[in-house]
T-cell receptor, first 114, second 113 residues
Framework: AQKITQTQPGMFVQEKEAVTLDCTYDTSDPSYGLFWYKQPSSGEMIFLIY??????QNATEGRYSLNFQKARKSANLVISASQLGDSAMYFC???????????FGKGTRLHILP | AAGVIQSPRHLIKEKRETATLKCYPIPRHDTVYWYQQGPGQDPQFLISFYEKMQSDKGSIPDRFSAQQFSDYHSELNMSSLELGDSALYFCASSVWGRDEKLFFGSGTQLSVL
């Protein structure tokens, strides 16, 4: 069963608009961490934001925020005031405490339009 | 700030040859992970090490082996290369138990001809 689901294969957003990238996850482990990574066309995997399952507040990092809804098992990434440089593939990922590895969703390709 | 260093950045090999990929973690990071990302795919976990011991194993072919050395750098050795091994190979490092500090290197693009 898919543990990380990203339902938007691709998105087109106008520059300066806010964008929400969806991510739902499936786990029975009460302790886990959620990640978002950005992968531009150059290929590197850039860490954006992290949310722990016991964190009381939603994580924020500059223009990135994570809308964490634990009961719904949802961890959407919100990018405020999008920029052309935000065009990239975005991966949601999870690490369960009982495992060592992190597992990735299939990704969402975001296109920012001028 | 220092990041995860991977070398080489690009590698071209022939079928049945061997390849060695290297990963230098962020200073004071004790855990290393290897991932394989095929074209248009999400990264797939291969193997991880904590304090020089293998800590988890994923879908790593028997033709591949890896180890972590005393200075915490890691090497992924790939033998009898096949066309299907062409992929972007990532290394990530973290401090054990500190998920928020999990960072990836820029990857090694391996092309098998």
């Amino acid at each position: 069963a898919q543990k990380i689901t990203q339902t938007q294969p691709g998105m087109f957003v106008q520059e300066k608009e806010a964008v929400t990238l969806d991510c739902t996850y499936d786990t029975s482990d009460p302790s886990y961490g959620l990640f978002w990574y950005k992968q531009p066309s150059s290929g590197e995997m850039i860490f954006l934001i992290y949310q722990g399952s016991y964190d009381q507040q939603n994580a924020t990092e500059g223009r990135y925020s994570l809308n964490f809804q634990k009961a719904r098992k949802s961890a959407n990434l919100v990018i405020s005031a999008s920029q052309l440089g935000d065009s990239a593939m975005y991966f949601c990922a999870m690490r369960e405490r009982k495992d060592d590895k992190i597992i990735f969703g299939k990704g969402t390709r975001l296109h920012i339009l001028p | 700030a220092a990041g995860v260093i991977q070398s080489p950045r690009h590698l071209i090999k022939e079928k049945r040859e061997t390849a060695t990929l290297k990963c230098y973690p962020i200073p004071r990071h004790d855990t290393v992970y290897w991932y394989q990302q095929g074209p248009g795919q999400d990264p797939q976990f291969l193997i991880s090490f904590y304090e020089k011991m293998q800590s988890d194993k994923g879908s790593i072919p028997d033709r591949f082996s890896a180890q972590q050395f005393s200075d915490y750098h890691s090497e992924l050795n790939m033998s009898s290369l096949e066309l299907g091994d062409s992929a972007l190979y990532f290394c990530a490092s973290s401090v054990w138990g500190r998920d928020e500090k999990l960072f990836f290197g820029s990857g090694t693009q391996l092309s098998v001809l």
